[in-house]
């Protein structure tokens, strides 16, 4: 929509000022002209455009940090469409803003997508910090970019197991999206010591319709995490904290 690249202008400026430098405009005049391609194509794109038939290489490996968040600031506004979808579908939930309550607030999509006033308060999925990133690169995956798979992301969240999988059939059988990986930590094999007794299922996707095609956005890879509400429920600020501090005392 019209705000595709402002949640994500922090985490993706420095391939914005970048390309703002080269193209003889300022970073804001650049970013206003993103925004301005976004949201008068998307919704075009999305109904059925001719996009081109192009064979993907899979196989190449993206080397930029930089192209990496410009992507997932691309594929962002996408990947919030899909995953209203798939909650429609599965009885799914979202964390929405609720300033009376102390303790995280969720609601069921199918209940309060009509409602604007309720819809508008939704706290999506932030792309992942630079910083973050940097962390992860040095930490775990030797500098390999490419192995950075969650730098746009968006959760669901559920009541019930059963609708847990009904989402991921879902998208199983959704034609727009390729799964590339699924880790289950319900798996009763799973060993949460892992990850100090959370779990959840994340699975890497691809998203592969008109409107990612025609912004050369389909061969990125972003991340649904699936979790039920009991773990959604402590998994706020504090407690995400306290995660990341375990995380970062494991060297991940």
């Not at 193209?23 to 008068?40: C, D, E, H, Q």
């Not at 799973?190 to 890497?204: H, I, Q, T």
Request: hydrophobic residues 40%; proline residues 2%; contains cysteine.
């Amino acid at each position: 929509g019209a705000g595709a690249f402002k949640g994500g202008s922090k985490d993706g400026g420095i391939f914005l000022r970048r390309f703002s430098q080269t193209s003889g405009g300022s970073f804001k005049a650049v970013k206003n002209r993103l925004n301005k391609v976004v949201s008068a194509g998307s919704q075009k794109l999305l109904n059925g455009s001719n996009v081109k038939h192009r064979v993907i290489n899979f196989s190449a490996k993206v080397s930029s940090l930089d192209q990496l968040c410009a992507q997932a600031t691309g594929l962002d506004p996408l990947l919030r469409l899909k995953v209203q979808e798939w909650a429609l579908a599965s009885r799914g939930c979202f964390r929405v803003e609720d300033p009376t309550s102390r303790s995280p607030k969720f609601a069921m999509w199918e209940l309060v997508k009509d409602i604007p006033q309720v819809r508008d308060t939704v706290r999506w999925g932030k792309l992942k910090k630079v910083s973050r990133a940097v962390e992860k690169l040095l930490r775990s995956y030797r500098e390999d970019v490419s192995r950075l798979c969650d730098v746009c992301r968006q959760s669901i969240v559920f009541e019930r197991v059963e609708d847990l999988a009904a989402c991921v059939q879902a998208m199983a059988v959704d034609p727009e999206i390729d799964i590339v990986r699924c880790k289950n930590r319900l798996d009763l094999n799973y060993n949460s010591y892992e990850s100090a007794g959370y779990r959840d299922v994340a699975l890497n996707v691809r998203i592969h319709n008109h409107a990612s095609a025609a912004l050369g956005l389909d061969v990125h890879v972003c991340e649904v995490l699936l979790l039920l509400r009991s773990f959604a429920e402590v998994k706020n600020e504090e407690g995400h904290m306290r995660y990341r501090m375990f995380r970062n005392a494991r060297g991940e």
